[in-house]
């Protein structure tokens, strides 16, 4: 079984461009969550979606970032416009319920800015 | 200020010695876990202990978890090069079920 995928591993994008990062979680997985991370930091919860539904957006900045988790497809954070203070690299996880469920974890989309 | 925090933040051991990593958090619980993240990887997951649990074992590894002091211990017992990494307690809070962790444990164990 495919663990959480994430694409692209590496992304370089220019101030001001948008940047779209992909998720598809562990099969079966309906629950999934973005979190980002600095170097030499630890992860910061950003949202927590079910399918179609945003359950928890209370780490995601209000402007510039959205997410989805459609009926069909992989999930997807999309941050627009983006300044330098995006560069992190930005971690997808699954699990497969809510409560007393350990989170399945992508390898990573690091962001890049120039 | 961050839910859990790791203590010591950096520990550098030998082949075969025991590796104990802290993590104290300031609210209740649902759970705490414990992962391990290699350089350029996302994380691993390790172990699971709920709020009612005082012990779990996997292995090498023995995670303790004192809810009067809210902290907890991950113990890696005869380390092994391999498992050099970081190492990150992260809590389960009761009313959701996003994970909040703490800045990490940096362990690097010497062949």
């Known amino acids: 079984n495919a663990g959480v995928m994430q694409n692209p591993r590496h992304l370089v994008r220019r101030r001001g461009q948008e940047a779209r990062l992909r998720c598809s979680p562990v099969?079966?997985?309906?629950?999934v969550y973005w979190y980002r991370q600095l170097p030499e930091e630890g992860l910061k919860f950003m949202v927590y979606?079910?399918?179609?539904?945003?359950?928890?957006e209370s780490g995601m900045p209000k402007e510039r970032f959205s997410a989805e988790f459609p009926k069909e497809g992989p999930s997807i954070l999309r941050i627009q416009q983006v300044v330098r203070g995006d560069s992190a690299a930005y971690f997808c996880?699954?699990?497969?319920?809510?409560?007393?469920?350990?989170?399945?974890f992508g390898d990573g989309t690091r962001l890049s800015i120039l | 200020s961050q839910q859990g925090e790791e203590d010591p933040q950096a520990l550098s051991i030998q082949e075969g010695e025991n590796a104990t990593m802290n993590c104290s958090y300031k609210?209740?619980?649902?759970?705490l876990q414990w992962y391990r993240q290699n350089s350029g990887r996302g994380l691993v997951h390790l172990i699971l202990?709920?709020?009612?649990?005082r012990e779990k074992h996997s292995g090498r590894l023995r995670v303790t978890l004192d809810t009067s002091k809210k902290s907890s211990s991950l113990l890696i017992t005869a380390s092994r090069a391999a498992d050099t990494a970081s190492y990150f307690c992260?809590?389960?809070?009761?009313?959701?079920?996003?994970?909040?962790f703490g800045g990490g444990t940096r362990l690097m164990v010497k062949p």
């Open positions: 996880a699954s699990s497969e319920g809510a409560g007393n469920q350990p989170q399945h």
């Open positions: 099969k079966g997985h309906s629950h």
């Open positions: 979606l079910q399918k179609e539904n945003i359950i928890d």
């Open positions: 609210t209740s619980i649902n759970n």
């Open positions: 202990i709920r709020s009612n649990e």
């Open positions: 992260a809590t389960n809070l009761n009313a959701g079920n996003m994970l909040t």
